[in-house]
T-cell receptor, first 114, second 119 residues
Framework: AQSVTQPDIHITVSEGASLELRCNYS??????LFWYVQSPGQGLQLLLK??????LVQGIKGFEAEFKRSQSSFNLRKPSVHWSDAAEYFC????????????FGAGTRLAVHP | GAVVSQHPSRVICKSGTSVKIECRSL??????MFWYRQFPKQSLMLMAT?????????EQGVEKDKFLINHASLTLSTLTVTSAHPEDSSFYIC???????????????FGPGTRLTVL
């Protein structure tokens, strides 16, 4: 069955430090991959997505993610975290070429220390 | 960017009553809307896919008679939780896509969610 694993439930980093949020997926073929951020009172916002091509994807708010087929991973990175980045981050997959049905990971809650 | 709203943002009801949640795409037409349920500290689980003018498609394990979905227009989908019970308490989130085919490349725009508490 298709699944998405985010191994880290909660991560705390200092402001200005680098960040990497892990995501692994289990899928028969290469799926479409997404990272969303959820802030209280706001809807999930798409940070970036990967469909094909360059495996290093640039997103909004200074985030990037790298697709590694051999590791079935799509880790999210940011070189320097800002206090406003504190939120819940979700990795998601969707069947490539198929209907738009997102399967989400459990999420990683990011806390940022000043 | 595309905005999706939900109303109400928070609702408390008595057990046995029905609750309707609205999902609106404010500045675009959504041929397809999705309804998710999110339990505390857990991920979003897709409940159903709603296509304008047709019956919703429910995911396995979701009771279609309990969670009634109507997508009467290209900007509005409603989720009605019928005869709600405390176990239905959850955070319900909708999303909408702008693509005509509802393919996986269409970006889903999410509403802010509705917190349902059933007493």
């Amino acid at each position: 069955a298709q699944s998405v694993t985010q191994p880290d439930i909660h991560i705390t980093v200092s402001e200005g430090a680098s960040l990497e949020l892990r995501c692994n997926y289990s899928y028969g073929a290469t799926p479409y991959l997404f990272w969303y951020v959820q802030s209280p009172g706001q809807g999930l916002q798409l940070l970036l997505k990967y469909f094909s091509g360059d495996t290093l994807v640039q997103g909004i708010k200074g985030f990037e993610a790298e697709f590694k087929r051999s590791q079935s991973s799509f880790n999210l990175r940011k070189p320097s975290v800002h206090w406003s980045d504190a939120a819940e981050y979700f990795c998601a997959v969707a069947p490539s070429g198929g209907y738009n049905k997102l399967i989400f990971g459990a999420g990683t809650r990011l806390a940022v220390h000043p | 960017g595309a905005v999706v709203s939900q109303h109400p943002s928070r609702v408390i009801c008595k057990s046995g009553t029905s609750v309707k949640i609205e999902c609106r795409s404010l500045d675009f037409q959504a041929t397809t809307m999705f309804w998710y349920r999110q339990f505390p500290k857990q991920s979003l689980m897709l409940m159903a896919t709603s296509n304008e003018g047709s019956k919703a498609t429910y995911e396995q394990g979701v009771e279609k008679d309990k969670f009634l979905i109507n997508h009467a227009s290209l900007t509005l989908s409603t989720l009605t939780v019928t005869s709600a019970h405390p176990e239905d308490s959850s955070f319900y989130i909708c999303s909408a896509v702008t693509g005509l085919a509802g393919g996986s490349t269409d970006t889903q725009y999410f509403g802010p969610g509705t917190r349902l508490t059933v007493l």
